[in-house]
């Protein structure tokens, strides 16, 4: 029986982080002869969780996980993209892999990747792909989701209780939950013109609003005042426990920034999505999942008025079609939960395609 050793590096980034673990954790439950290291970037900008990985490592032997030395984030930039932060935080990085060159050195010959500054050991699957100019195979193995605990040390706890009490208190399908990713953050117009749009629609919403980091005054009455106008009918927290409220009976729809985990955690649950794509693939996303799936509720980005400004009477229309009990959308939501679910239970095309990779991992690697 032959044993192999994947490595991933995933992006920066916590959501990139959990799909990777929980994968190894798929991968492994399937095959016991693979084993994984994954190279943990941490991104100073963003929550880290730092417990979910504590607790994955215990109790899975057959993952180890090397820190990446942590760098200093670039300064700024509040007109750059969340992108271009990345970018440069990674071009950072790269130097330091230099550190941990003596975990491979045992590894064999040496690939020259495009990316990277260092030789990169060759023993995985990207090595055929590298060598190959034909389209590399693909395996669908998703969705992948931690579905067990709130994948964040730095979501306090009691804030966690106090959230999902609240949401406890409030009637079956009726609150909107509002989350734009881990690092979306609303301009203060934007974040004006959604509070407008919310308390316009009356609809209960639990809103997951992450401050910008020059969060001054005006910012703070803003959320005093509207917190004021609104009452019971809603609740704002920094970070969400989004999964657990995803699954929680009162929530109704997600006005989400379209991130590929929060689509799938939202599928997975059934909820549909009010669209609200930010940055990055986003965009993608967000139009595959309307138009080509019908899968979300589109949100039209009135581009002449104020850049790309979602206005208060385009938030409301949204928020209410988003809640429609009867609407297409929410039938075929429904339906993609049922797929999802059977296609990562035994038998599902998931599952098969797992298997398929780590046939193919361990036939390259005799
Ligand atoms: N998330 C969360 N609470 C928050 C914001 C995000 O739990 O308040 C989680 C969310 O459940 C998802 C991940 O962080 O698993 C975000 O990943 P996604 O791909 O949706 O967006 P990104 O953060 O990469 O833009």
Not at 219 to 229: A, M, N
Request: include cysteine.
């Amino acid at each position: 029986m032959k044993n192999s050793e994947l490595i991933f590096i995933p992006s920066p980034g916590i959501g990139h982080l959990v799909s990777a673990l929980e994968f190894a954790k798929r991968v492994i439950d399937y095959d016991s002869r693979i084993s994984f290291t994954i190279l943990c970037i941490k991104f100073p900008f963003t929550a880290f969780s730092n417990s979910y990985i504590k607790s994955v490592l215990a109790s899975q032997p057959r993952i180890r996980l090397i820190d990446l030395p942590e760098v200093d984030p670039p300064p700024p930039e509040p007109l750059k993209p969340p992108v271009y932060l990345i970018y440069v935080f990674t071009e950072r990085l790269i130097p330091h892999k230099r550190q941990i060159d003596d975990e491979f050195k045992d590894s064999g010959p040496e690939l020259l990747i495009p990316g990277f500054s260092n030789l990169v050991p060759p023993k995985y699957a990207i090595d055929d792909i590298l060598k190959d100019e034909k389209v590399p195979p693909i395996y669908t193995v998703g969705p992948l989701i931690e579905l067990k605990g709130q994948p964040n040390s730095n979501l306090d706890q009691a804030q966690h209780v106090k959230t999902m009490k609240w949401l406890d208190d409030q009637p079956p399908s009726s609150v909107v939950f509002l989350c734009f990713g881990s690092m979306g953050i609303l301009s203060p117009s934007q974040t004006r013109e959604l509070a407008e749009g919310l308390k316009n629609s009356g609809v209960r919403f639990l809103w997951a609003m992450r401050s910008p980091p020059t969060k001054d005054h005006a910012d703070r009455t803003l959320t005093e005042g509207f917190l004021e106008s609104t009452h019971d009918n809603g609740m704002i927290c920094g970070w969400a426990p989004q999964v657990g409220v995803l699954a929680h009976k009162s929530i109704v729809g997600f006005v989400s920034h379209c991130g590929w985990n929060s689509i799938m955690e939202s599928l997975w649950f059934g909820v549909p999505i009010l669209r609200w794509p930010i940055y990055a693939e986003q965009q993608l996303n967000a139009f595959r999942m309307v138009r080509e799936f019908g899968l979300a509720v589109e949100l039209i980005l009135d581009y002449r008025s104020d850049g790309d400004l979602v206005l208060a009477d385009e938030i409301e229309r949204g928020i209410t079609q988003l809640t429609d009990r009867d609407s297409e959308v929410r039938k075929k939501v429904q339906e993609m939960k049922e797929k999802a679910r059977k296609a990562v239970s035994s038998g599902g095309s998931s599952f098969i395609s797992t298997g398929r990779l780590i046939e193919d991992i361990i036939d390259r690697n005799i």
